[in-house]
Every structure is written in C-alpha cells, then in structure tokens.
C-alpha cells in the first residue's frame, strides 16, 4: 500500500497569513494526487486534483503543486472560512489511501 | 439540486450486518463510479470501496473484502453498501461519494453525500 504522510499535523496562524502544508508519498504517484479540505461534522470538500488543479467553485488563494513523491497545498492570504482540516489522497493505486490530515487552526 | 442523500446506519452488535443506502440526483448517475469512504471518530479519512458505472468492476479495501459489498442500481440512482460481519473496528461515519474518474480523467472524490455514523457495539 502506498503510505501518504503529511506535515505538520497541525499549525496556527492568521488571518491573511500564507500557509502551506506538505504530503510526501511513499513511492512515487505521478500527478495522482487530490486535496480536500474537511471542517467539523462535514463532508470533505475536493479543492485540488491532479496535484495543482483547482476544482471548480474552489478560490483561487488556493493552490496545490508538486509531482511523484513530495507535493504541497498552499492557501495564499488565510480567511477566516479556511479554518479547517486538509487531507491529501493517492488515487494511483489502489487501496486509494488518504494523509493523516493537517488542522489549521487559530 | 446535485447531491447525494444517504440513509441507514444505526447501532448494530459485532457479528451483525447493515445496508446503507445512497440516493443521487440532479447529474447523470450512471456515468460515474462511485465510492464509500469512512471516517473512524476523531480520525482520519479512509477509502473503503468503489464500483464501476455499470457494476461490474468493483474495488474494495483488504480490511473489508468478503465482508462488505459496494452495489448500485442505476434504474434508481441509487449506491449501496452490505457490511456483513461487522466488527467494532469498522464503527465510522460512512460516506458515498461521486467520482468522475477511473478512465479518462484520474480519480477523485468530487461530490459526498452527508454520512451516516454506523456503530458497532455490544
């Protein structure tokens, strides 16, 4: 199975703030890998796809770039509606296997 | 409206069986896979099972292969999931969700129905 680590587990900042949270893979994924941003009692939220496509709907302060192993997801200028938990995901090979996931608090 | 409305879930002994149940609309159900993924409480997300348009190609985590299976029946837009010989370790929130990949664009989980917690508890 393919092992999707992300750092850091959870950070603080604020508004307005550049953030950036980092997914590494533990063998190489190509560009299959997707974002999803989660606050609590929801359903996740697909932000990125294919390591640096927005999905549509998403705002564009968020971004998401990286290829084979090591991949990032930046929020560019943090609101307040941003506050939340992000997950990445693998979709190259199955089991579909998800990051541990980085909160973003305050 | 797009979405997907689950139903189901519930309380169930360790040993015991449940069928949860997901309704789509407002999208053309049965060009896309579809996919369960559950949320353990207070823990991350994990993919469990995905199933092709027409039915015929199903996936599953090791963990609940012979155990669980991921159906649908596209007359009524509808996704299922039979979890037979539940385990303590499989209480969740469950959700389904739609993707639009598998062949030519790649997979991704891109709608989610609300969830559905299932509790596996004597």
């Known amino acids: 199975d393919i092992q999707m680590t992300q750092s850091p587990s959870s950070l603080s900042a604020s508004i307005g703030d550049r953030v950036t949270i980092r997914c590494r893979a533990s063998q190489s994924v190509s560009n299959y890998l997707n974002w999803y941003q989660q606050k609590p009692g929801k359903a996740p939220r697909l932000l990125i796809y294919?390591?640096?496509s927005v999905e549509s709907g998403v705002p564009s302060r968020f971004s998401g770039s990286g290829s084979g192993t090591g991949f990032t997801l930046t929020i560019s200028n943090l609101q307040p509606e941003d506050f939340a938990t992000y997950y990445c995901q693998q979709t190259y090979d199955t089991p579909l296997t998800f990051g541990g996931g980085t909160k973003v608090d305050i | 409206e797009v979405q997907l409305v689950q139903s189901g879930g519930g309380l169930v002994r360790p040993g015991g069986s449940l069928r949860l149940s997901c309704a789509a609309s407002?999208?053309?159900?049965?060009?896309?896979?579809m996919g369960w993924v559950r949320q353990a409480p207070g823990k991350g997300l994990e993919w469990v099972a995905s199933i092709r348009q027409n039915g015929y190609d199903e996936k599953y985590l090791d963990s609940v292969k012979g155990r669980f299976t991921i159906s649908r029946d596209n007359a009524k837009n509808s996704l299922y999931l039979q979890m037979n010989r539940l385990r303590v370790e499989d209480t969740a929130v469950y959700y389904c969700?739609?993707?639009?990949?598998?062949?030519?664009?790649?997979?991704?989980?891109?709608?989610w129905g609300q969830g559905t917690l299932v509790t596996v508890s004597s």
């Open positions: 969700a739609r993707d639009p990949g598998w062949e030519i664009l790649t997979p991704r989980f891109d709608l």
């Open positions: 407002g999208f053309s159900f049965s060009t896309y896979w």
């Open positions: 294919d390591a640096s």
